[in-house]
């Protein structure tokens, strides 16, 4: 288990417990079971204490645990027939962006999602989950399939944001988002987006104007990292606890502006703790968002999901 700055104490306690039972492991004389329990009950609470409550800036810790699961687990848990697409047939395949044909509660459907990769080697391939333009465009090849063969899309959200490199402004970055998000208000498919991670700026946009949004519990959401906002207005990136805090990054905070649509609860101690369960709650929030959505006419589901973005902000959503 990998431990967060603010779950240090914990990590001391479950380590001390472990320690014990290693212990016994080694020596089948010694009984240090109920030491261990207390320990394990402890920590509980502890764990509880921690996570009832959580800033901003913690959620935005939590969202970004190397150890919670990515659209790689998801789609591997919950899709089955996955067939991946790749490239733009332009530039090159962008692996920060995966997606294809798949079947969903044996329907097919056309997933697609951020990937940040699970270790260092992976992390790298998936350039940490920062797409380039030519995965923007791969997004769009995909929604362009899924319009044509009248195929509902689901998207996964995971980055911290659009890759902000040279070569990704040379070959169009600001026209491949604006494009992508263009094709995700025309599309006459249902579109349902579920924030897994981290929700950042233009590059979560892209891949999340849908008809139906959810966070997970622990998950942010925003214009702006915390880090790059404190860099902007206070020129100090060490400020980020106050911009987390001024940034409504939340999803309880989203979900009373009426930004998202639902926010699925987390295992106790995130998503890492529970990754099984969490894959499974996200399974059952497309389910029950799918819904509602398929079977409705194109025309309908446009002027959905463009009334249910040009009335953010407003006391009343479109219906």
Sequence with gaps: ?????????????????????????????????????????????????????????????????????????????????????????????????????????????????????????????????????????????????????????VTLVDTPGAYPGKGAEERGQAEAIARATQKCLELGVPLVTVVIGEGGSGGAVALATANRIAMLEHSVYSVISPEGCASILWKDAEKMREAAEALRLTAQDLHKLGVIDRIIKEPLGGAQRGRRETVEAVGKAIEMMLKELVGRKPDWLIKDRRNKFLDMGSKGLAA
């Design 1 to 153: 288990m990998n431990y967060l700055e603010f779950e240090k104490p914990l990590s001391e306690i479950e380590g001390k417990a472990e320690e014990l039972r290693a212990l016994a492991r080694g020596n089948k004389e010694m009984d240090v079971e109920k030491e261990a329990a207390a320990l394990d009950r402890k920590a509980e609470a502890l764990l509880k204490d921690l996570y009832k409550d959580l800033t901003p800036w913690r959620k935005c810790q939590v969202a970004r645990h190397p150890d919670r699961p990515h659209c790689k687990d998801y789609i591997e848990g919950l899709f089955t027939e996955y067939m991946p697409l790749a490239g733009d047939r332009n530039f090159a395949d962008d692996h920060a962006i995966m997606g294809g044909l798949a079947r969903f509660n044996d329907n097919p459907v056309v997933v697609i999602g951020q990937e940040k990769g699970h270790d260092t080697k992976t992390r790298i391939e998936r350039n940490f989950g920062m797409a380039r333009p030519e995965g923007y465009r791969k997004a769009i090849r995909l929604m362009d399939l899924a319009h044509r063969f009248r195929l509902p899309v």
